[in-house]
């Protein structure tokens, strides 16, 4: 006989609670070396989500050197990245609270080297030749949304700053050649984003900080070069997707040559500044990571030979791949573990430095991912990862199948990996089953995948989400009268295009989603102002296409209750996309709720925020659905819901 308790789906207890989820986890940022010593950012949701600097000295002493009210985090581009540098022991940071620009100094001390805080710095690299180092800086002096970008160069004190590279839309990635004559950098115009179209340049760098003879070295509109990294010896690497895979190439003899061929990818979409998926060991070992069906490997690859190595470990997932020469450091996870900075030594062995949580339940509570493929639009296949419900403690009524939650990542150019996620677990042990939906436009599947989603937003996504959907009843896996779908940002576009444009859905959740794309399109800022010209076409030229696609004029389609959650700073997508939509919602009389957070941008970060965003979708569900919660929930106030 079985111990466990029959009870329905949605109802079982679980040890995995919101509380769990943001007290006992400490998001990773990035991880690198600064010569033997380690360093890594982390973000604390309990302080707000404040990011700061870790160092791991060679004695083992551990130091935060941003200590509060320091948020070592850059506002470029809006999502940041990469915002600190070392150079002699001093760290210099970009401060998110007021965009200025600091040092902490070897022994300790902090000052403020810049004074505009209209300018916003990120992806610094060091001359050390010179003492100077070289930023991309985001002038939002005259306008937010037409900010101009350039590269600059400034000395270790931050006098004497000048543009060294301006004249486009958009820079990144400057890097100096390891005899400090050369300067690599990363260039890209709108409409383009730096996943269509970037071009790789070489300048000749002068003692002044200025750069003459800049030529192109690779790239144009219909290639993306990502992450130039320069080799021990002075030889120029980056990823280029030419072939559909972001493989890795070199400038050798002036001409571009591919290192290694394979179908697949070990580059990662430029969201954010200062990503690092390979790293050189020495002149001819590359440690790398690349994406191969959905799944992350680590490998070495011998550039004299051109044969890649494969590096045997647990892990699914990395990012931020460094080596200082002799050690290399990387974020790994796996769907057991969560992101943790481990360090490698010259004998391949591997060290957890910090964990960014460690696992406070038994794993028996743990749903283990399934990578599926399935049928789609025009004899396609797309990819999602599927969790079924999970928990040793219930069973559900043998005639009842399990609701279903249909998660939408962001991007939308982004792609959801099969590691651990507390999120997902607190559905699983509940009785949810879920599905993470890596739609056409996704990474991680070449660049023809990506540009499935060309002129195509609200079609290909929609359509992928509806057909996993489909797919998981056709195996009878799950409740067909009982689906949700849930987004945030591009996902919550998603999420209400797949409301108002299917019937497979019951109910919805819109995480930061939008609703208008004119709306967007007009309002949003300077990086992702033309984004939209290639997911649904150039604007205002396509003015139809665009009000055909948002759900906010498709209300009378709408046959479901949804749920909104909001920052009320958020500058990516305003808060009055989601109350257009509320407002519709309930002028239409279906059952709609709208939590606003105050303080909170495009993303939740503060613990209680995003404690309320998960509690508060599921017990919207469980009004909907019918079932009843084992544990107490605040109640969210739904507008038009029946007694």
């Known amino acids: 006989?079985?111990?466990?308790?029959?009870?329905?789906?949605?109802?079982?207890?679980?040890?995995?609670?919101?509380?769990?989820?943001?007290?006992?986890?400490?998001?990773?940022?990035?991880?690198?070396?600064?010569?033997?010593?380690?360093?890594?950012?982390?973000?604390?949701?309990?302080?707000?989500?404040?990011?700061?600097?870790?160092?791991?000295?060679?004695?083992?002493?551990?130091?935060?050197?941003?200590?509060?009210?320091?948020?070592?985090?850059?506002?470029?581009?809006?999502?940041?990245?990469?915002?600190?540098?070392?150079?002699?022991?001093?760290?210099?940071?970009?401060?998110?609270?007021?965009?200025?620009?600091?040092?902490?100094?070897?022994?300790?001390?902090?000052?403020?080297?810049?004074?505009?805080?209209?300018?916003?710095?990120?992806?610094?690299?060091?001359?050390?030749?010179?003492?100077?180092?070289?930023?991309?800086?985001?002038?939002?002096?005259?306008?937010?949304?037409?900010?101009?970008?350039?590269?600059?160069?400034?000395?270790?004190?931050?006098?004497?700053?000048?543009?060294?590279?301006?004249?486009?839309?958009?820079?990144?990635?400057?890097?100096?050649?390891?005899?400090?004559?050369?300067?690599?950098?990363?260039?890209?115009?709108?409409?383009?984003?730096?996943?269509?179209?970037?071009?790789?340049?070489?300048?000749?760098?002068?003692?002044?900080?200025?750069?003459?003879?800049?030529?192109?070295?690779?790239?144009?509109?219909?290639?993306?070069?990502?992450?130039?990294?320069?080799?021990?010896?002075?030889?120029?690497?980056?990823?280029?997707?030419?072939?559909?895979?972001?493989?890795?190439?070199?400038?050798?003899?002036?001409?571009?040559e591919t290192v290694y061929v394979k179908e697949a990818e070990f580059a990662s979409p430029g969201w954010l500044f200062g990503i690092s998926d390979y790293d050189f060991i020495d002149e001819s070992m590359i440690i790398c990571t690349y994406t191969e069906k959905g799944v992350k490997h680590l490998a070495k690859i011998d550039t004299a030979a051109g044969t890649l190595i494969p590096m045997e470990t647990d892990y699914t997932f990395f990012s931020s791949v460094h080596s200082n020469g002799t050690d290399v450091c990387f974020i790994a996870a796996s769907p057991t573990e969560f992101p943790r900075v481990v360090r490698m030594n010259q004998k391949g062995q591997l060290a957890v430095i910090k964990a960014s949580a460690e696992l406070a339940v038994s794993e028996s509570y743990i749903s283990q991912p399934e990578l599926i493929e399935y049928p789609t639009e025009g004899g396609k296949t797309a990819h999602a990862i599927?969790?079924?419900?999970?928990?040793?403690?219930?069973?559900?009524?043998?005639?009842?199948?399990?609701?279903?939650?249909?998660?939408?990542?962001?991007?939308?150019?982004?792609?959801?990996?099969?590691?651990?996620?507390?999120?997902n677990q607190y559905w699983t042990s509940r009785g949810f089953a879920v599905v993470d939906v890596n739609y056409g436009g996704s990474a991680g599947y070449g660049r023809e995948y990506r540009e499935r989603l060309k002129g195509n937003w609200g079609i290909v996504d929609v359509q992928d989400s509806a057909n996993a959907v489909r797919h998981l009843i056709d195996r009878g896996e799950v409740d067909g009268s009982r689906v949700a779908i849930a987004g945030g940002s591009a996902g919550g576009y998603t999420t209400l295009a797949s409301l108002v444009f299917t019937d497979v859905y019951s109910a919805g959740a819109s995480h930061f989603g939008l609703s208008e794309l004119e709306v967007f399109v007009k309002d949003t800022h300077k990086f992702e102002s033309k984004y939209l010209h290639g997911l649904v076409g150039p604007y205002p030229e396509a003015k139809a296409t665009y009000a055909e696609r948002s759900p906010i004029n498709f209300t009378d389609q709408l046959s479901c209750p949804v749920i909104f959650f909001q920052g009320e700073d958020d500058k990516i997508v305003l808060p009055n996309q989601a109350e257009l939509m509320v407002g519709a919602l309930k002028e239409k009389g279906l059952p709609v709720a709208y939590e606003l957070f105050e303080g909170e941008g495009h993303g939740f970060r503060k613990s209680e925020n995003i404690k309320r965003s998960i509690d508060g979708e599921f017990y919207f569900y469980s009004r909907i659905f019918g079932f009843e919660p084992a544990e107490e929930i605040e109640p969210v106030e739904i507008l038009n819901l029946e007694k």
Request: glycine share 10%.
């Open 1 to 256: 006989m079985s111990d466990k308790t029959t009870a329905p789906y949605g109802s079982w207890k679980s040890p995995i609670s919101t509380d769990l989820i943001v007290q006992g986890t400490t998001p990773l940022v990035s991880a690198d070396f600064d010569g033997q010593d380690l360093y890594w950012i982390e973000s604390r949701p309990n302080e707000g989500g404040r990011s700061t600097v870790i160092r791991l000295g060679q004695d083992g002493t551990k130091t935060e050197l941003t200590p509060s009210p320091y948020n070592a985090r850059t506002r470029v581009h809006e999502y940041g990245g990469r915002s600190c540098c070392f150079h002699e022991g001093a760290l210099y940071f970009s401060n998110f609270e007021d965009n200025f620009l600091y040092v902490r100094t070897a022994d300790g001390e902090f000052e403020r080297i810049t004074a505009e805080s209209a300018h916003r710095y990120a992806d610094p690299t060091v001359d050390s030749g010179r003492g100077r180092i070289y930023w991309v800086r985001e002038d939002h002096t005259e306008s937010d949304i037409f900010a101009e970008t350039a590269i600059v160069a400034m000395d270790l004190d931050g006098g004497n700053e000048r543009i060294a590279v301006s004249g486009n839309d958009f820079y990144s990635s400057p890097r100096i050649s390891p005899d400090g004559r050369q300067l690599a950098y990363l260039t890209w115009n709108h409409p383009n984003m730096p996943w269509d179209g970037t071009e790789l340049w070489v300048a000749d760098l002068n003692d002044d900080g200025s750069v003459s003879n800049a030529r192109l070295a690779a790239g144009g509109p219909g290639e993306s070069i990502t992450q130039p990294v320069w080799s021990p010896d002075g030889i120029l690497y980056f990823a280029s997707d030419r072939s559909n895979w972001w493989n890795l190439m070199r400038i050798k003899d002036g001409a571009a």
């Open 386 to 423: 599927y969790y079924p419900p999970k928990n040793p403690d219930y069973g559900a009524p043998a005639d009842e199948k399990p609701p279903l939650l249909v998660h939408v990542h962001g991007g939308p150019t982004s792609m959801t990996s099969a590691v651990l996620n507390l999120v």
